[in-house]
């Protein structure tokens, strides 16, 4: 992998996270696009790391709610509605594991990317204006209702952090509220997958070529800290200014963009279907 690859995917992972746009579609779309046919095991190293980059921006940006999380560890109703969150996409993972793999191969990468559309249109639309009154604190029925709707982002091309201000914003969370809490909770969602994945890392032999892959690998990892980080803090301070339609326009036009791609077998992408 060169360093312009390593860029490449660290600044999509790190707008990608942030932005509901899904990091993990955009990183298959450029792969396939530019057919850059980057090792197997190179490219699952360079997956899990990317992970601590982001991983690193929501620890900074929430710093003063996780040192709370540590003062009242036992009685944190925010690491329990974390927990409650993260327990839809676990049960997906272990019941329906094999089916998401099948999924996630690429042949509906671009219907997927419409699926966000769509939901991007639907927080617009539920959200009913900028200023809307709605429920500021989070409850178990908001985590639980978010982390069903977390569990549909494990799907490449469905953004996990749209399908889950979507969910925020159909248990009837203000905008806000939904953010920083789908915010948070992509800590255990990515801190899951540096697990998971960098088992399947480990098995692979994939760490092995950390030593060639050094310099790159740690400048995608600086790129996606600094993007991440911009992109967390902006769009927690307009999140109330934003109009989710132009996210559901850009997705949009990517879903038939990439439908078209596959269709016309440019690059390396997949036919459209389950292949």
Known sequence: MTWWQAIL?????????????????????????????????????????????????????????????????????????????????????????DLFDKLNRGGLLGVFFLVTAVMMWGVQRLSGGRHIARTREVTGKHAAVMGCFQALGMMTGISRSGSTTLGGIVSGLSRKSAIRFCFMMSAPAVLGSLLVEGKDAYEAGAFSLLGDMAVPIVLGILVAFVLGLLTARWMLKKINEISYNWFAVYMGALGVLTIVLQVLHVGSFLPVGLG
């Open 9 to 97: 995917l660290g600044a999509v992972q790190g707008l990608g996270e942030f932005l509901p746009i899904s990091s993990s579609g955009h990183i298959m779309f450029f792969e396939q696009l530019l057919n850059m046919q980057i090792d197997e095991r190179v490219m699952m190293l360079v997956t899990v790391l990317l992970h601590v980059g982001t991983l690193a921006v929501v620890v900074i940006v929430f710093w003063q709610d996780w040192l709370e999380i540590l003062k009242h560890l036992f009685h944190s109703k925010t690491l329990l509605w974390l927990i409650v969150a993260s327990l839809p996409a676990l049960v997906v993972k272990v019941l329906l594991g």
